[in-house]
């Protein structure tokens, strides 16, 4: 089946555009609601959403979806899309739905669902609730003593806190530490400072004051500028950077400079390794993880297993493949024994006690590796395949040919958002750079054509 709705993170538009309307979140609440009812009890769906204006349209058209496929919604409010899928868990729902476009701005929306096992839902089902929407639902759809009935969890954020403190290794507090938690005035603006000061913390938050338009504007970890500089001015151990529904990280260590997620993975996986935990043999990423993390984790004697961009993607080759660790440089870092998608707060709690279990400052521990030059753009198209461009195509063999083996080239559509992002990584800077910058060139003057 084809599908048009959903991209590699559920559906995602801008707020109040097909398909990120009302009517499609009615119909999307509908068929998922049709597709995941089984059996003879009342059906369950979890809610949450982050702090996006447009959430106050979204949600109330999901819940009315949901009511008319005869299940009973949910509702937790803003909190983490990892919160979600616990709790989707825990509940015994039968399905759950975070209502985010993640990392984007504020203008954005997006639907994500998973499963009653609370993980993403497989490319297939996701089609299959496609194909739903397409047809006619109306003869399928309960009947006036058969609707759902809407509930608010009032102790979902209590839930959730609790949980992500228990992934912390017994025995160990976050005393004596002084964090900077930038929440990227998102879903976590209230978890993420509770948790670390219920852990023991001095806790500076930035980013922990949502309107409704600011989310993700000049903070969390798309913009890590402000966090880094406040570390630096408080004199803090680390700094935290969440996106907007905090599924992500990056870190600051102690001197401003910043902490990608190969580099996170990599202390995790060293940690791991060292005390017999890491399952698999080594770490699942994607395409862009930087050949310098591949080349430390074969000196560990582990490996670096790609997958295509999507952290859904990393979580089935994981689970297909018995691995417990992987994630993507952007800081979606997948922990499967405690989580199902990415979690920026527990990933984080993992480096926090490294750092406590060493005694040493993030500056040593979380720079295991020196990553090859890696230079990456984003080009914005309006449509169009301008990737099968003759010109485009040769420009592209021709960077190919330049790299030879001391390099990687990625070039590749966004599956989020109208953009080409153009990749290159080898030991050469310079020729990475004119290589990028080539490609970029060629494909802007095709799409203004």
């Known amino acids: 089946m084809i599908r048009k709705l959903f991209g590699t993170d559920g559906i995602r538009g801008t707020a109040n555009v097909e398909p990120m309307t009302a009517e499609i979140a009615l119909k999307v609440g509908m068929a998922a609601g049709l597709h995941f009812t089984r059996g003879d009890h009342r059906h369950r769906v979890v809610i949450g959403k982050d702090t996006r204006l447009s959430g106050y349209m979204i949600e109330p058209a999901l819940t009315a979806g949901f009511v008319a496929a005869s299940m009973d919604p949910i509702l937790v409010g803003p909190m983490p899309t990892p919160a979600v ?11 759950g739905v975070m209502i985010s476009a993640s990392h984007n701005p504020y203008q954005d929306n997006g639907i994500k669902l998973f499963g009653p096992d609370g993980f993403k839902l497989s490319d297939e089902v996701e089609a299959e609730i496609e194909n739903r929407i397409n047809g006619d639902m109306n003869p399928d759809l309960a009947k006036p003593g058969e609707l759902g009935r809407a509930l608010r969890l009032d102790d979902a954020q209590g839930r959730y806190i609790e949980f992500v403190k228990r992934t912390l290794p017994r025995g160990l507090t976050l005393e004596g530490i002084k964090i900077v938690i930038d929440c990227a005035n998102g879903a976590a603006y209230k978890v993420a400072p509770t948790v670390l000061w219920e852990l023991g913390a001095e806790v500076i938050p930035v980013g922990a004051d ?5 989310i993700n504007k000049d903070c969390g970890s798309t913009a890590t500028d402000f966090m880094q500089e406040q570390v630096v001015a408080h004199g803090a151990d680390i700094g935290i950077a969440l996106d907007g529904d905090a599924d992500r990280v990056l870190i600051s260590d102690e001197t401003g400079q910043l902490i990608d997620g190969d580099q996170i993975m990599a202390v995790i996986a060293e940690n791991w390794s060292r005390q017999g935990f890491l399952n698999g043999g080594g770490v699942v990423a ?6 310098g993390f591949e080349k430390y984790l074969q000196g560990l004697g582990l490996s670096l297993i790609r997958t295509n961009v999507g952290d859904r993607y990393v979580v089935e080759h994981m689970r297909r493949n018995g691995f417990n660790l992987g994630g993507e440089q952007s800081g979606h870092v997948v922990l499967s024994d405690y989580c199902t998608t990415g979690d920026g707060l527990v990933a984080a709690l993992q480096i926090l006690a490294v750092l406590g279990d060493l005694n040493k400052p993030a500056s040593e521990v979380c720079r295991l590796f020196q990553p090859f030059p890696q230079l990456l753009k984003n080009v914005a198209i309006n449509g169009g395949d301008v990737l099968e461009a003759d010109t485009v195509k040769k420009a592209i063999t021709d960077a190919e040919a330049k790299l030879k083996e001391s390099g990687r080239l990625l070039i590749r559509k966004s599956g989020t958002e109208p953009l080409v992002r153009v990749m290159a990584e080898g030991e050469d800077e310079g020729l990475i750079a004119l290589i990028v910058n080539d490609i970029v060139d060629e494909i802007k003057r095709v799409a203004a054509a």
């Open 286 to 291: 994607t395409v862009m993880s930087n050949i």
């Open 85 to 95: 899928a616990m709790l989707t868990r825990s509940l015994r729902a039968d399905l």
């Open 210 to 214: 949502p309107d409704g338009y600011n």
